[in-house]
C-alpha cells in the first residue's frame, strides 16, 4: 500500500509590532532616507530649532575712554565739524548744532564708569573749539574775539541742548553703575561664612519662636 505523502509545515511570517514615528524617524535617518509623516514633521521641527554653529549675535562697539581720552575724542571731532561744516555747508550754525548733539551723545555713552563727571565738562569746551571755524569774525585777534562771542550767544540753545542730552545720559549710567554695585555686595554678603550664620541663625529663631497660645473655658 502506498503511503500518504505529507507536505512539509510552512513556516509562518512573524507579525512584528509597528514602530512608533519616533523610532522610525530615528531609522529613516541611520538608513539614509527621508523620514516621512508626522516623523518628518516632528524631524523638521527638531532640525530647524537648532541654532547654527558658525553664526553669532551682532554686538556694537562700546569703547570705553578715560577722562582725557573722552575730552580729546569730543574736542577733535567738533573742530573737524566745524571745518567740515565751513567746507561743504558755508558754516550753516543748524548743522554743526546737530552735529555737537550726536558729539555729546557718543561722549557721554563711551566715557568709562570711573570718569562719568568729566563728560559734562568737556562737551561746552569742546563746542567753543570746533565752532570758531565757522565764527564770523575777521581781522585781527579782537575782532576775531567779537565774532566768537557773537556766534556763541546766537546759537547758545545747541550749546544747552547738548549738555543737557550729556548730563541726562550720565546720570542714569552712574544710578545703574551704583544700583549693580550694590547687588553684588549683597550677593557677596549672602555667599560669605557671617552671612550664611547670620541668616541661619535669623531662620532658627524663626521656627523656634511660641506660637499664640489658646485660651481653654
Known sequence: MEQPRTRPPQARPRRTPPLPPQAQGGKDRQDGAAPSGESATVYRAVRGSRPAAGRRPLRFPKPRLTGRGSGLFCVAAMLVSGFLDRLLFAGSPAVYGVLFLLVSGLTALWVRGADLVTAPVVVPIAFAVGIVPISEGTGGFGPQVMGLATTLAM???????????????????????????????????????????????????????????????
Do not use: C, D, E, H
Request: proline share 5%; aromatic share 4%; charged share 20%.
Open 155 to 217: 546759537n547758545a540753545i545747541w550749546l544747552y541742548g547738548g549738555t543737557l542730552i550729556t548730563g541726562v545720559l550720565v546720570t542714569v549710567r552712574k544710578v545703574r553703575l551704583m544700583a549693580r554695585r550694590a547687588a553684588v555686595r549683597r550677593a557677596a554678603a549672602r555667599q560669605s561664612p557671617a552671612g550664611r550664620a547670620s541668616a541661619q541663625s535669623s531662620s532658627q529663631s524663626s521656627s523656634q519662636a511660641p506660637g499664640p497660645r489658646r485660651r481653654t473655658a
